[in-house]
C-alpha cells in the first residue's frame, strides 16, 4: 500500500486524545491516505462519520441512489428536504463539518481500476456480491486494502482483505515493556528485579543498555524472547557478549510485520472468523449462508431484499440457503442449516437500527484506521455479529405491525414492530453527562425517536463546556460551539437531526450530586424509566448508580480507554450494581523514590507535577492566606509538618526573592535550576556515592537505584532553556507580570547571572526507604529560629490590597506553559538519572491524567449499549437476556457475559437481595413501635440504627439514654441526634440497622426506608 508523504503536521490540539492511542507515527501515516466509502445510508455514514474524526487525508463518497424517507431510520446527516438528492451529495457537505483537516469529495464516475487505484482503502456497503467481487480483484491486485460491511436488522456482517503482504507496526497497541535486569546467566536467561513481573509474550523482541560486564549485549539489534516464568526469559546465546556484573535495562521493541490475506473470491468458499460471542460460535457459519442468500433473493427481485415478517419471502430465503449449503459443504462443515435463524435473517433484512449501525460503523471503521496507519491487528477476515436477544417479547411483531407507514422510523418499524416502537417514542429517560459517549447516546436515541412521543422525555445534563480537544470524538460539537454548554449543544443538534425530539428534551448544566438532589428530587426519579451513565469519573458514576437502586430504576453503564471499551447492564432485582464491584487501588510510587532513587520517566514526570505545585501554586496560596488570615503564622506554627518550610517560603516569596521585574523571574528560574539538577544530586553523591557499598557488602547504587550525574547548565540545549522559559514565565504569573518567549530575551540576562558556588553538607539526612523517618522541623512557637522567621515577615498590613496570583493547572491550553514546564522538569531529571525522556505529548497524557479516546470505540459502545436499552424498554426479566461487554478493537476482541446476580442476605428462615430488598415503612414510628415491630414481624432484635453519619440509637449505650430515645419518632430523633431538623420536602429517609437473629447471632440486613406523607 502506498500513502501520499505530503501531510506532516498533527494539530495536537484536536487530535490529542487520539495521538495517545494511535501514536504520531500512525497519524501520519492515516492522514496521508485517501479512502473511497461507497454507499451512504446509515451503516456508511457511520463508518464515514469516525474515519472523518479520525483524521484520514481524503475521504471520497459514492452514492448516487436518491434519498429516501426511510433512509432518515439511521442517517443523521439526512433531511426531509434531501428527499430525492443523491444520498452522497446531500451528505457530504455536513460531513465536511466534523473536520477541517480532512477533505471530502463525491465521486460520480464509474467505480473502474483507473478509480479504484486512487484509494489506499476501499469500502463498500450497500453493494451485491458480485460488485464486491468485482472491485476486490482490482484492490487484490493493487494491494489495497478493501472492506465490505452490512446490517440487516439485528444482524451484521465484514468483511477484509489488506491483499497478501500488509505490514502492521503494532500488533496491540501496549505501551512496550520496560524493566530492570538483575541477572543476565551464561545460556541467556534473563532475569528481573525482584518481584516485578517483566509483561513479556514469547516472540516479543528486547533490547538492553547499561549492563555492566556485557557491552556487546548493549544497544545491538534487538533479541528475540522465549518466555520461562513471569520473572524471567530467555533471550538465546549469549556467547562472546561478555559476563553479567550488574545492572541494565531492557526494552521491548515492536517490530513491523508482515501478513497476508485471501481475496473475497477465495473467502467466500473458504471464510476465516472473528467470532464475535463465544456464546454463539455455531452462528458465523449459518450467517455467512444466510446473508449470500440474501443477496440470491434480491438478485431475483430486482434488488429488492425480503418484506419484514414475510413467510413466503423467508421461506424462498430458506431455499436459496439450502441450496448455497450443498454447494459449499464446507461453511457449515457437517452441521445443518438453521432454517429458523435464516427466517429471522429475513425477516429483518430490510431493517436498519441505530444501535447496530454505531456498533458495526465503529468496527469496521477501526478496520479504515488499520488499514490507512498499519496499527494495530485486522480482523481476519470475516467478521458476522448479532443481537437477536434484542427483539421485543412482550410486543408482537407481525406482517402487519411490522410494515412501513410512511414515516422516518420505517426501517426500526420493520425490525421491532409499531407497538414496540411507540413505547421507546414513550420513554422518560435521563441521560447523565454529553461528551463523547452522550453525544452518540442522544445521537442514537434521535434516530430512534427515544422519548419523542406524546408522554416522552429525555433529561440531560452536563456542568462541562465544549473544549476544542473535544471536537476530535464528540460530533455533535463543531469549532464554533467551543466555550459553550455541553448539553444545550448537544440537544440542539439532535433536535435539528430529528425535529420530533424538539421540546422533549431537557437540557440542564447541574453535577449530578448530593449538592443538586432539590433539583434531581425524589418526584424526578420516580418519573424515569431508565438511566443512562455517559460519565468520565467513578464518583459521580457511582453516585448515580446508589440512586437508580434506591429508586429501583435500571442503569446502563459504559466506558472506554483507548480501544478498549466495557458496557454494563443494571437492571432492578436481576443484576448486581455498578459499585458491587471496584478496579484496584492504583499503586502509588514510594516516596523515597520519587524524591532520590526514580528509574522511570513516570517518576521524574510526578516528580515535576510536584514540584509544579511547590513553585508555582503552594507558595502563592500560602502567601495569601498570611495575608488574609490575621493568626496564620500562629496557626501554622502550632502544626505539626514543615513549619520552616512554609515560613521561609514566606520569606522567599514575600521577601528575599520577590521579582519587581521579568529580568529576576529568568534569573530565579537559572538559580532553582541549579538548585534542583545540579546542587541537590552533588548533595545526593555525597551522602551516597558511587561506590558506595550497604552493609550487606552489595553495591548501593544497584537494582532500582540508578546512580545519578549533576547537570551543568547549558544554555543552547534546548531542554534547559526550556526550563527556564517556563520556569521564569510562570514565576512573573504568580506576581502579575508581563513575561516573554523570546530566547534571546532569556540568553542575555542568563549571561549576567551569577550562580553562587556549592559544598555539599554532612548534616543533609536524605530517606532511603519508605518508612524511613523524613528530617523535617520540629520546633515550636518558642523555638529562635522559627521565631525569628515569623517576626521577619512583613506584616500583612504593611502589604495592604497585596496578592499573588496561584497557578491553576490546565493541560489543555498550550500557551500557558505548564506542560511545558513539566515537560522540561521531567527531562532534566531524567537526564540526571539517565532515563529516556518523554516528549510533550506523554508527559501531558501522564501529568494530566489523560483518558485515551478515539470515536470508533465510543460508537461501538455506545451502540451496544442501546442494544441493552431494547431490552430494557422491552422489561426483559432473565437475567440470561442481557449482556455486559468488553471489546478491544486493536487485537480485536470481542466478549460479551451475563450480567453477575446480586449477593443474598439471609436472616432466621428468609433469603433476600442484598442490593434491592429492603425494609419499607409508610408511617414516622417511635423507635420503641421500630423496635417492637423488627422482633415481631422479622425475628430481628435491632442493636444500632444509623441514618447518614450519624448513629441514633445503640443497644450498648447507657440504659437512661436509650430510654430517652424510645418514645422519639424516628423524624425527632434525627434532630435530636444531629441538631438540625429534616428538611422541608423530604419523602423519604434511609436508616442503616444492625440486628442479631432469633440465635442471638449478628446477621446482614437490608437498609430501612421511611416513606413521609
Given at each position: 500500500m502506498q500513502v501520499d508523504e505530503e501531510n506532516t503536521e498533527i494539530d495536537e490540539s484536536l487530535y490529542s486524545r487520539q495521538l495517545y492511542v494511535l501514536g504520531a507515527e500512525a497519524m501520519k501515516r492515516m492522514n496521508n491516505s485517501n479512502v473511497l466509502l461507497v454507499g451512504l445510508k446509515g451503516l456508511g455514514v457511520e463508518i464515514a462519520k469516525n474515519v472523518a474524526l479520525a483524521g484520514v487525508k481524503s475521504l471520497t463518497l459514492y452514492d448516487p441512489a436518491p434519498t429516501k424517507l426511510e433512509d432518515l431510520s439511521s442517517q443523521f446527516f439526512l433531511a426531509e428536504s434531501d428527499i430525492g438528492t443523491p444520498r452522497a451529495a446531500a451528505t457530504a457537505p455536513r460531513l465536511a463539518e466534523l473536520n477541517r483537516y480532512v477533505k471530502i469529495g463525491v465521486h460520480d464516475g464509474p467505480?473502474?481500476?483507473?478509480?479504484?487505484?486512487?484509494?489506499?482503502?476501499?469500502?463498500?456497503?450497500?453493494?451485491?456480491?458480485?460488485?464486491?467481487?468485482?472491485?476486490?480483484?482490482?484492490?487484490?491486485?493493487?494491494?489495497?486494502?478493501?472492506?465490505?460491511?452490512?446490517?440487516?436488522?439485528?444482524?451484521?456482517?465484514?468483511?477484509?482483505?489488506?491483499?497478501?503482504?500488509?505490514?502492521?507496526?503494532?500488533?496491540?497497541?501496549?505501551?512496550?515493556?520496560?524493566?530492570?535486569?538483575?541477572?543476565?546467566?551464561?545460556?541467556?536467561?534473563?532475569?528481573?528485579?525482584?518481584?516485578?513481573?517483566?509483561?513479556?509474550?514469547?516472540?516479543?523482541?528486547?533490547?538492553?543498555?547499561?549492563?555492566?560486564?556485557?557491552?556487546?549485549?548493549?544497544?545491538?539489534?534487538?533479541?528475540?524472547?522465549?518466555?520461562?516464568?513471569?520473572?524471567?526469559?530467555?533471550?538465546?546465546?549469549?556467547?562472546?557478549?561478555?559476563?553479567?556484573?550488574?545492572?541494565?535495562?531492557?526494552?521491548?521493541?515492536?517490530?513491523?510485520?508482515?501478513?497476508?490475506?485471501?481475496?473475497?473470491?477465495?473467502?467466500?468458499?473458504?471464510?476465516?472468523?472473528?467470532?464475535?460471542?463465544?456464546?454463539?460460535?455455531?452462528?458465523?457459519?449459518?450467517?455467512?449462508?444466510?446473508?449470500?442468500?440474501?443477496?440470491?433473493?434480491?438478485?431475483?427481485?430486482?434488488?429488492?431484499?425480503?418484506?419484514?415478517?414475510?413467510?413466503?419471502?423467508?421461506?424462498?430465503?430458506?431455499?436459496?440457503?439450502?441450496?448455497?449449503?450443498?454447494?459449499?459443504?464446507?461453511?457449515?462443515?457437517?452441521?445443518?442449516?438453521?432454517?429458523?435463524?435464516?427466517?429471522?435473517?429475513?425477516?429483518?433484512?430490510?431493517?436498519?437500527?441505530?444501535?447496530?449501525?454505531?456498533?458495526?460503523?465503529?468496527?469496521?471503521?477501526?478496520?479504515?484506521?488499520?488499514?490507512?496507519?498499519?496499527?494495530?491487528?485486522?480482523?481476519?477476515?470475516?467478521?458476522?455479529?448479532?443481537?437477536?436477544?434484542?427483539?421485543?417479547?412482550?410486543?408482537?411483531?407481525?406482517?402487519?405491525?411490522?410494515?412501513?407507514?410512511?414515516?422516518?422510523?420505517?426501517?426500526?418499524?420493520?425490525?421491532?414492530?409499531?407497538?414496540?416502537?411507540?413505547?421507546?417514542?414513550?420513554?422518560?429517560?435521563?441521560?447523565?453527562?454529553?461528551?463523547?459517549?452522550?453525544?452518540?447516546?442522544?445521537?442514537?436515541?434521535?434516530?430512534?425517536?427515544?422519548?419523542?412521543?406524546?408522554?416522552?422525555?429525555?433529561?440531560?445534563?452536563?456542568?462541562?463546556?465544549?473544549?476544542?480537544?473535544?471536537?476530535?470524538?464528540?460530533?455533535?460539537?463543531?469549532?464554533?460551539?467551543?466555550?459553550?454548554?455541553?448539553?444545550?449543544?448537544?440537544?440542539?443538534?439532535?433536535?435539528?437531526?430529528?425535529?420530533?425530539?424538539?421540546?422533549?428534551?431537557?437540557?440542564?448544566?447541574?453535577?449530578?450530586?448530593?449538592?443538586?438532589?432539590?433539583?434531581?428530587?425524589?418526584?424526578?426519579?420516580?418519573?424515569?424509566?431508565?438511566?443512562?451513565?455517559?460519565?468520565?469519573?467513578?464518583?459521580?458514576?457511582?453516585?448515580?448508580?446508589?440512586?437508580?437502586?434506591?429508586?429501583?430504576?435500571?442503569?446502563?453503564?459504559?466506558?472506554?480507554?483507548?480501544?478498549?471499551?466495557?458496557?454494563?447492564?443494571?437492571?432492578?432485582?436481576?443484576?448486581?450494581?455498578?459499585?458491587?464491584?471496584?478496579?484496584?487501588?492504583?499503586?502509588g510510587i514510594p516516596l523515597c523514590t520519587l524524591r532520590s532513587f526514580p528509574n522511570r520517566i513516570e517518576h521524574t514526570i510526578a516528580w515535576a507535577k510536584s514540584l509544579f505545585q511547590d513553585y508555582f501554586v503552594l507558595p502563592a496560596e500560602n502567601v495569601n492566606q498570611y495575608l488574609s488570615q490575621p493568626d496564620y503564622v500562629e496557626s501554622t506554627l502550632k502544626m505539626s509538618g514543615d513549619k520552616k518550610g512554609i515560613l521561609e517560603s514566606l520569606q522567599a516569596y514575600l521577601v528575599t526573592e520577590k521579582p519587581l521585574t521579568f529580568d529576576e523571574c529568568i534569573a530565579w528560574a537559572r538559580l532553582e535550576f541549579e538548585k534542583k539538577y545540579h546542587n541537590e544530586i552533588e548533595q545526593l553523591l555525597y551522602n551516597f556515592p558511587k561506590d558506595e557499598v550497604t552493609s550487606s557488602g552489595t553495591l548501593f547504587w544497584s537494582g532500582p537505584k540508578r546512580p545519578p550525574t549533576p547537570l551543568s547548565f547549558d544554555v543552547e540545549n534546548p531542554t534547559h532553556l526550556e526550563f527556564i522559559i517556563a520556569g521564569a514565565n510562570l514565576h512573573a504569573f504568580n506576581y502579575g507580570l508581563k513575561g516573554s518567549s523570546d530566547p534571546e530575551v532569556f540568553k542575555k540576562v542568563l549571561e549576567n547571572v551569577i550562580v553562587p558556588e556549592f559544598s555539599p553538607k554532612s548534616n543533609v539526612k536524605i530517606q532511603v526507604e519508605e518508612n524511613e523517618p523524613v528530617e523535617g522541623s520540629s520546633g515550636n512557637f518558642e523555638d529562635d529560629e522559627l521565631k525569628h522567621l515569623a517576626e521577619s515577615l512583613p506584616t500583612p498590613s504593611s502589604l495592604a490590597g497585596y496578592r499573588l496570583v496561584p497557578v491553576e493547572f490546565e493541560k489543555d491550553d498550550d500557551t500557558n506553559y505548564h506542560i511545558d514546564f513539566i515537560t522540561a522538569a521531567s527531562n532534566l531529571r531524567a537526564m540526571n538519572y539517565a532515563i529516556e525522556p518523554a516528549d510533550r505529548l506523554k508527559t501531558k497524557l501522564i501529568a494530566g491524567r489523560i483518558i485515551p479516546a478515539i470515536a470508533t470505540t465510543t460508537g461501538l459502545v455506545t451502540g451496544l449499549v442501546n442494544l441493552e436499552l431494547y431490552k430494557v424498554a422491552d422489561g426483559k426479566n432473565k437475567i440470561e437476556a442481557y449482556k455486559n461487554g468488553f471489546v478491544n478493537l486493536a487485537l480485536p476482541f470481542f466478549g460479551f457475559s451475563e450480567p453477575i446476580t446480586p449477593p443474598k442476605i439471609k436472616y432466621n428462615d428468609k433469603v433476600v437481595d442484598g442490593i434491592w430488598d429492603r425494609f419499607e415503612i409508610d408511617r414516622d414510628m417511635t423507635l420503641q413501635e421500630l423496635l417492637d415491630y423488627f422482633e415481631k414481624e422479622e425475628g430481628l432484635t435491632i442493636t444500632m440504627v444509623s441514618h447518614g453519619v450519624s448513629m441514633l440509637y445503640a443497644s450498648f449505650a447507657p440504659p437512661k439514654k436509650r430510654a430517652q430515645k424510645l418514645p422519639l419518632k424516628l423524624t425527632k430523633l434525627i434532630e435530636d441526634v444531629t441538631s438540625k431538623p429534616v428538611p422541608e420536602g423530604t419523602k423519604t429517609l434511609l436508616f442503616v440497622l444492625c440486628a442479631e437473629d432469633l440465635e442471638g447471632e449478628d446477621v446482614d440486613v437490608p437498609y430501612l426506608l421511611l416513606r413521609l406523607k
Open positions: 467505480l473502474d481500476e483507473a478509480a479504484i487505484t486512487q484509494y489506499q482503502c476501499v469500502v463498500l456497503t450497500e453493494t451485491s456480491i458480485e460488485t464486491q467481487v468485482q472491485i476486490n480483484e482490482i484492490t487484490h491486485k493493487h494491494n489495497i486494502a478493501f472492506i465490505v460491511a452490512d446490517v440487516r436488522g439485528l444482524f451484521a456482517m465484514a468483511f477484509n482483505d489488506f491483499g497478501t503482504d500488509f505490514t502492521i507496526i503494532d500488533a496491540n497497541g501496549n505501551e512496550p515493556a520496560t524493566g530492570i535486569v538483575s541477572d543476565v546467566d551464561e545460556s541467556g536467561n534473563v532475569t528481573v528485579l525482584e518481584d516485578t513481573r517483566h509483561g513479556l509474550e514469547d516472540g516479543d523482541y528486547v533490547t538492553f543498555r547499561e549492563i555492566d560486564g556485557m557491552p556487546g549485549l548493549n544497544d545491538a539489534e534487538p533479541r528475540k524472547v522465549t518466555v520461562i516464568d513471569p520473572y524471567a526469559f530467555n533471550i538465546g546465546s549469549v556467547a562472546g557478549l561478555g559476563t553479567y556484573v550488574r545492572g541494565g535495562l531492557y526494552q521491548q521493541v515492536k517490530v513491523p510485520f508482515q501478513i497476508s490475506m485471501e481475496s473475497l473470491m477465495t473467502q467466500l468458499q473458504k471464510p476465516e472468523y472473528l467470532y464475535s460471542d463465544f456464546a454463539k460460535l455455531e452462528r458465523p457459519p449459518q450467517l455467512h449462508i444466510g446473508f449470500q442468500a440474501l443477496q440470491g433473493f434480491a438478485n431475483k427481485h430486482e434488488g429488492q431484499l425480503p418484506k419484514p415478517m414475510d413467510e413466503a419471502d423467508a421461506n424462498e430465503v430458506v431455499h436459496i440457503a439450502r441450496t448455497l449449503a450443498a454447494q459449499m459443504p464446507g461453511v457449515l462443515d457437517g452441521a445443518e442449516l438453521d432454517e429458523k435463524l435464516i427466517k429471522e435473517l429475513a425477516y429483518e433484512a430490510r431493517g436498519d437500527l441505530p444501535p447496530m449501525v454505531a456498533t458495526m460503523g465503529g468496527i469496521v471503521a477501526q478496520e479504515v484506521l488499520k488499514a490507512t496507519s498499519g496499527k494495530f491487528s485486522p480482523i481476519r477476515q470475516y467478521f458476522y455479529f448479532d443481537s437477536l436477544e434484542s427483539l421485543p417479547e412482550n410486543y408482537a411483531r407481525t406482517a402487519e405491525n411490522t410494515a412501513p407507514v410512511g414515516s422516518r422510523y420505517d426501517n426500526q418499524i420493520a425490525v421491532l414492530g409499531k407497538e414496540f416502537h411507540d413505547k421507546i417514542r414513550n420513554m422518560k429517560e435521563f441521560l447523565v453527562g454529553s461528551g463523547a459517549i452522550g453525544c452518540e447516546m442522544l445521537k442514537n436515541w434521535a434516530l430512534m425517536g427515544l422519548g419523542s412521543g406524546p408522554e416522552g422525555k429525555i433529561t440531560v445534563t452536563d456542568n462541562d463546556t465544549i473544549e476544542k480537544s473535544n471536537l476530535n470524538r464528540q460530533f455533535l460539537f463543531r469549532p464554533a460551539d467551543v466555550g459553550k454548554q455541553k448539553s444545550d449543544v448537544a440537544a440542539k443538534a439532535v433536535e435539528a437531526m430529528n425535529p420530533d425530539m424538539a421540546g422533549h428534551i431537557d437540557a440542564k448544566q447541574d453535577k449530578v450530586g448530593q449538592d443538586t438532589e432539590n433539583v434531581f428530587d425524589d418526584d424526578f426519579w420516580m418519573s424515569l424509566d431508565a438511566v443512562t451513565n455517559a460519565l468520565d469519573n467513578v464518583e459521580a458514576r457511582q453516585y448515580v448508580d446508589r440512586r437508580c437502586v434506591f429508586f429501583k430504576k435500571s442503569l446502563l453503564e459504559s466506558g472506554t480507554l483507548g480501544t478498549k471499551g466495557n458496557t454494563q447492564v443494571v437492571y432492578p432485582m436481576l443484576t448486581e450494581s455498578y459499585s458491587s464491584s471496584q478496579d484496584p487501588p492504583e499503586t
